[in-house]
Structure formats: C-alpha cells, structure tokens
C-alpha cells in the first residue's frame, strides 16, 4: 500500500485496513488543525486507488474494516465513491463496513438516495468534527458550518442508515468562551443523538494560527482543570440521547471515560468529579498526551 504524507485516522479504526481516497482536506482552514499544513487538497487518481486495494487484497487477505482517507473523503463525488466501494467488496468477500471522515457539506450535498445507496455498499460509519455548539466558537476557528448545518447533516445520516461518530474539542473556546462552548456542545450533541460521541481535549500546534493567537495573548488556553469542568458540563448537557455510546480514549484527553450516556451519565461523572478532586494525580501526565 502506498501513503503519501501524514495519515490521520480515528482510535476505532486501529484495525482498519486505511486507504486514502484524497489527500488532504478540501477545508483546510481551521486555526487549530495542524494535521495538513504542506498537503494541499487533491483527489487521488481513480486508477491508482483501485491498484492500492488490489494490493491490500494480495497482502492483507481476510480485511474487514476499512476506513477510506483523508480528512473528509466523503467529499468525493457519489460515482468515485461507489466505485471505490464495489472495488473493496470485491476485494474482501467478508468486508464488514467501511467508515469516513465527513464535514456537514459533504453529507448535506448528497441526495438521500445517494446516501442510502453507499449505505448498501457498506459505507457505513461516518466520523463528523462538531467541535463545539457554539456558533461563536465555530466562527472563531474557522469551521465552515453552523452547529444547526452539522446537526442536519447527522440526521441526513442516520436516515439514510449510516452510523455517526460526532466528534468534540475540548478548550477550543479558550476562558473567554468556556462556559457557552461546554453548555452548547452538550445541548447540541443531545440534539444529534449520534450513535457515538468523543471527547478530543486541545493540544495548541505549532504553526497553526490558534497557536500563534495564544503566544500573543489573543486566545487564552484553559488549564486542566478546566478542561475536566467542560467535559463534567457536556456530559451534565447532553441529555435526550438514546443509546449514545460516550468516550474519551484519545491520547490527548486527560481523563479516559466510557459508557453508555443514557444508563451511565451519573457514573461517568462520579468518576470525573473524583479525578477533579484527587487533581494533577488522576490525570494523564502533559508528557504522554498527543493527537
């Protein structure tokens, strides 16, 4: 298999053969995303792409997840997709489902038809980056959707029989924003009821212009503690959620935490509140996070 650049995927795809459909981001402009800064967006060739999974199917053998990228692959138009789809079908008989990362634009410019289709081709579990609820916290970073746009697009989702993964950011509203960026998120990720939802904390990266507004004092990052306030805020939030499945086991969260949000919202936040109180000594150590 070949890669070009740096390849990005989400904790539950470890197992996941990855096979880059795009480089890059088509967006691209999100003052805390580090990820792309030298990968300009490109579609990759149609024909090398169907090389790759041929290989994958000589190498690999017996795949059954797969997870197509970069970072919003789903941006491809619904013929590249469908024909990347029915190549790894092909490919590996006992392919299971194949996920995706996806910006609101991708899914609300596709028909429902369409959406439905690539369902029934297996793509199905698509990842989403909310960020936050905040429309003011959204504006500030540069995403190019609202939080009702986004909440759209995971309802889009889930009709056409897709999984989603939404996806938070921890701090990304700095102290100014701190307490609307946690009330928010929580009331917005009760509004999509994805199937899945985590928590990422921010990690400020070196040549991002989020970095550069907080070396001159523009944004002022959270300390952890405040961190562990925000997320004790979304989960107290996010309520109406049906069997939401709840996690932060990225490496860039202080504190890992799952259950179910409906059956173990009181739990979880027994255990954050007894982290917040033991402090520095229940966190992860600065040292060992990373994105």
Known sequence: MRYHGTVV????????YILQVTYGCSHNRCTFCGTYPDKPFRV?????????VAMARDEMGDVRRVFLADGNALVLNTRRLAGTLDALAG????????????NARDILDKSDDDLAMLCRKRLQLVYLGLESGSDEVLRRVGKEATAAEMTAAVHKAKRAGMRVSVIALLGIGGT???????????RVAGAMDPHYLSMLTLMLVPGTELHAQASSGEFQPLPPEGMLGELRQIIATSTGLSRCIFRTNHASNYVPLAGTLSRDRERLLAALDQAIAQGPSAMRPEMWRAL
Do not use: C, K, N, W
């Open 176 to 186: 100014e924003l701190s307490a609307e960026h946690a009330e928010q998120t929580g």
């Open 44 to 52: 990759r060739d149609e024909a090398e792409v169907l090389e790759d």
């Open 9 to 16: 995927r989400p904790p539950s795809e470890a197992e996941s």
């Open 91 to 102: 490919a590996f008989p006992r392919l299971r489902r194949v996920g995706i990362y996806a």
